[in-house]
T-cell receptor, first 115, second 114 residues
Framework: GAVVSQHPSRVICKSGTSVKIECRSL??????MFWYRQFPKQSLMLMAT?????????EQGVEKDKFLINHASLTLSTLTVTSAHPEDSSFYIC???????????FGSGTRLTVV | AQSVTQPDIHITVSEGASLELRCNYS??????LFWYVQSPGQGLQLLLK??????LVQGIKGFEAEFKRSQSSFNLRKPSVHWSDAAEYFC????????????FGTGTRLTIIP
């Protein structure tokens, strides 16, 4: 079945530094990838939608200059949290889909802690 | 805009008992509905999905869900729960075809007691 690999699973960084999270579709080409953020004991909130080769579409309230999304190939999307602050600490999950496949496959998530 | 309501924040069930998790959606057209399960610190695993056809959908791990258009509901059921079913369950609605965003409910945390 479709597999999405997300790395790293956990990362701790200092305030002011940047962190990159990778999301790879291992056995299919993902035309669209989604990035979600999940606060403790809460639901998933969509941050942005990215299509290969084009700029990401950010949800209202999400700072595109802070959360940089790159979808350079059909198998890889990256989320870079720039100048991270403690309030950026959260669980980030990516999801990938193939048009017409009626399915979304999720990565295993990345726990980001900013100290 | 589409929305999903999961009215139960937390449910506790005895092992071996039956389970029903409620989900109500709001969407103007025919919805694409999903149930996902999330273990602590993990990503989401798809349990089942509904797009069209038979309104009773069978999923993995013995779960099923029934789409009821008249009630705008897509409740998840399992006849006999196992301790390993303890997790967070999310209902989601999408616009379809796999390249549209999903809107998630707030989730229901399931606790299993011996």
């Amino acid at each position: 079945g479709a597999v999405v690999s997300q790395h790293p699973s956990r990362v701790i960084c200092k305030s002011g530094t940047s962190v990159k999270i990778e999301c790879r579709s291992l056995d299919f080409q993902a035309t669209t990838m989604f990035w979600y953020r999940q606060f403790p004991k809460q639901s998933l909130m969509l941050m942005a939608t990215s299509n290969e080769g084009s700029k990401a579409t950010y949800e209202q309230g999400v700072e595109k200059d802070k959360f940089l999304i790159n979808h350079a190939s059909l198998t890889l999307s990256t989320l870079t949290v720039t100048s991270a602050h403690p309030e950026d600490s959260s669980f980030y999950i990516c999801s990938a889909s193939l048009t017409g496949n009626y399915g979304y496959t999720f990565g295993s998530g990345t726990r980001l802690t900013v100290v | 805009a589409q929305s999903v309501t999961q009215p139960d924040i937390h449910i506790t069930v005895s092992e071996g008992a039956s389970l029903e998790l409620r989900c109500n959606y709001s969407y103007g057209a025919t919805p694409y509905l999903f149930w996902y399960v999330q273990s602590p610190g993990q990503g989401l695993q798809l349990l089942l999905k509904y797009f069209s056809g038979d309104t009773l959908v069978q999923g993995i791990k013995g779960f099923e869900a029934e789409f009821k258009r008249s009630q705008s509901s897509f409740n998840l059921r399992k006849p006999s729960v196992h301790w390993s079913d303890a997790a967070e369950y999310f209902c989601a609605v999408g616009e379809g075809f796999g390249n549209e965003k999903l809107t998630f409910g707030t989730g229901t945390r399931l606790t299993i007691i011996p």
